[in-house]
């Protein structure tokens, strides 16, 4: 019912910048908070690197801070999250992920995930 594409994902020299983004889609009544994590290889845990707020508020994992920036287009149900300064160690699949406001039977919060997007920073 609800989608979460993710793009802007790639290969970038350290010290290069990246964009991610991430769009929202179906049957959506209102989105809550909205984040990006990352998972840096299969099986380990994902991990949350930036969180907004539908009123913009902004939160950063401590390894982030200064670098990267999220942001929110709430029109277009869209979240941003600007990566600069990249380091190999920010090597990982981003994922999106929102607390969505469904009808399924009932009005509900539900949360959703996008598939991820690669981001690889080579040294």
């Known amino acids: 019912q609800v989608q979460l594409v993710e793009s802007g994902g790639g290969v970038v020299q350290a010290g290069g910048s990246l964009r991610l983004s991430c769009a929202a889609s179906g049957n959506i009544v209102s989105i809550g908070d909205m984040a990006w994590y990352h998972q840096e290889a299969p099986g380990k845990q994902r991990e949350l690197v930036a969180?907004?707020?539908?009123?913009?508020?902004?939160n950063y994992a401590d390894s982030v801070k200064e670098r990267f920036t999220i942001s929110r287009d709430n029109a277009k149900n869209t979240i941003y999250l600007q990566m600069d300064s990249l380091e190999p160690e920010d090597t990982a699949v981003y994922y999106c992920?929102?607390?969505?406001?469904?009808?399924?039977?009932?009005?509900?919060?539900?949360?959703?995930w996008g598939q991820g997007t690669q981001v690889t920073v080579s040294s």
């Open positions: 992920h929102a607390r969505v406001l469904v009808i399924q039977g009932r009005l509900q919060w539900a949360d959703y």
């Open positions: 969180t907004v707020t539908a009123s913009g508020r902004t």
